[in-house]
């Protein structure tokens, strides 16, 4: 299960740094098995589009180059 954390906090890290790029960040709460919490910060924080840069990047991401069975959910 190591692995796994180190491989979802490494892709983690570079979709961070796509979001830094436009105002925003993440930030990782926690990881519980398969589902990963996290935390939508900057201009992401904000975005009337936090919803489709949460499923549709960054979990797509995750589930295309981790494990097609992780679920990403957003905490407030």
Same mark, same amino acid.
């Not at 436009?22 to 398969?34: A, C």
């Given at each position: 299960?190591?692995?796994?954390?180190? $491989?979802?906090?490494?892709?983690? %890290?570079?979709? !961070?740094?796509?979001?830094? %790029? +436009? %105002?925003g960040d993440l930030e990782l709460v926690s990881m519980e098995g398969k589902t990963i919490q996290l935390k939508l910060r900057g201009?992401?924080? $904000?975005?009337? +589009?936090?919803?489709? $840069?949460?499923? %549709?990047?960054?979990?797509?991401?995750? !589930?295309?180059?981790?494990?097609?069975?992780?679920?990403?959910? !957003?905490?407030?």
């Amino acid at each position: 299960m190591e692995d796994f954390e180190a $491989t979802v906090i490494a892709k983690l %890290g570079e979709l !961070r740094s796509a979001l830094q %790029g +436009h %105002g925003g960040d993440l930030e990782l709460v926690s990881m519980e098995g398969k589902t990963i919490q996290l935390k939508l910060r900057g201009a992401c924080g $904000t975005c009337p +589009h936090a919803a489709e $840069t949460l499923k %549709g990047y960054i979990e797509a991401a995750l !589930r295309s180059e981790v494990d097609p069975e992780i679920e990403v959910v !957003r905490v407030m």
